[in-house]
């Protein structure tokens, strides 16, 4: 048997789309193995009931199938699904680390990105890995191509989860299909400011380095609340705000001693315009660790 557990993840971070990503220190998905002739699922914990157990339908399933794993696979969610906090990449990558140390495959983290990519291909249809590869290798991470570049980093933020339901697929379709030039040399300006921040641990470069002006607004139209959350995490000392992934979790990095305040003003922003939500005071931290 082995059992690992993987961190919920923020992939986007506004101006790095499909390309950034960062492991968070809660909430976090626990997953155990052992070998079987065939690959069954058994779920617990938060959301579980909305989660398929048919490893065809189930992210491990298609981990196990990639590493040639079969194995009983018992998954307790602490990372809520369709959060935006990449759910199904915390159980990607710790079904991944724990069936290759299960079956002695000897692959290295960063070879386990495509693999752990696989599952998200099941739930979004394309086998991105800006959740999986923070979840896997910890820190700040750039997935771009085929290759991942990590960084350590631990700048303090707050991710304000409300409940609503956004998948991804849902929040892919409305991403617009072009952008103007002028947009895109702003992302350009955004993403290295906000790299540049990481390196430095800099809260406030990365909350500068997030403003992005084509996808972020079209996502927050899905989650109701959004602008008045945005201002009131800002006031309350945010150096900035983006939709998580592809939300509807909210995101604000900030200095250490603002973190409570802030997320505090984030639920209640969420409460005034009638959304329950619940705000994770977190921080950039480690990948899966195996037990
Ligand atoms: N083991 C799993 N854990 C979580 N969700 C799973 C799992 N297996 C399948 N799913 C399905 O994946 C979907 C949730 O994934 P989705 O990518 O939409 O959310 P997320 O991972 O929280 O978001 P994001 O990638 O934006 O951070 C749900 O439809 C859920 O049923
Ligand atoms: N980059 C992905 C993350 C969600 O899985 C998106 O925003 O659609």
């Known amino acids: 048997m082995q059992t690992v557990r993987a961190p919920a993840t923020s992939a986007n971070l506004g101006s790095g789309f499909d390309v950034f990503g960062v492991a968070l220190d809660r909430p976090t998905d626990v997953v155990r193995v052992e070998k079987a002739d065939r690959t069954t699922i058994e779920m617990t914990g938060v959301g579980s009931q909305y989660i398929p157990e048919d490893p065809e339908k ?8 990639a590493l040639d794993a079969p194995a009983h696979i018992q998954i307790d969610k602490g990372v809520r699904p ?23 495959r000897g692959l290295s983290r960063e070879e ?4 752990a990519a696989e599952g998200e291909a099941v739930v979004s249809g394309e086998a991105h890995a800006d959740n999986v590869a923070p979840a896997l290798l910890g820190g700040f991470t750039i997935a771009r191509g085929g290759s991942v ?35 895109v040399v702003h992302t350009v300006g955004s993403a290295a400011t906000l790299a540049v921040g990481m390196c430095r641990d800099d809260p406030a470069l990365v909350g500068l380095g ?21 201002e009131a995490a800002l006031d309350a000392g945010a150096t900035g705000v983006t939709v998580s992934g592809a939300g ?21 922003a969420f409460a005034d315009a009638g959304v329950e939500s619940r705000a994770y005071q977190t921080r950039v931290s480690g990948g899966a660790t195996l037990y």
């Open 58 to 65: 189930n992210v491990v399933g298609a981990v196990a199938e």
């Open 82 to 104: 369709s959060s935006g906090l990449g759910s199904s990449a915390a159980s990607s990558a710790a079904a991944a680390v724990a069936l290759n140390a299960l079956y002695d």
């Open 112 to 115: 386990l990105v495509p693999i």
């Open 149 to 183: 570049t990590a960084v350590d980093a631990s700048i303090p933020l707050v991710a304000c989860l409300p409940e609503i339901a956004v998948s991804t697929r849902d929040a892919r379709a409305v991403v617009p299909t072009s952008a103007s030039m002028e947009d």
């Open 210 to 230: 997030m403003d992005e002006r084509v996808v972020t607004p079209a996502r927050a139209e899905l989650i109701t609340g959004y602008d008045a959350v945005r």
């Open 248 to 268: 509807p979790a909210v995101l604000a990095p900030c200095p250490d001693p603002d973190r409570r305040h802030v997320a505090a003003a984030m639920v209640d």
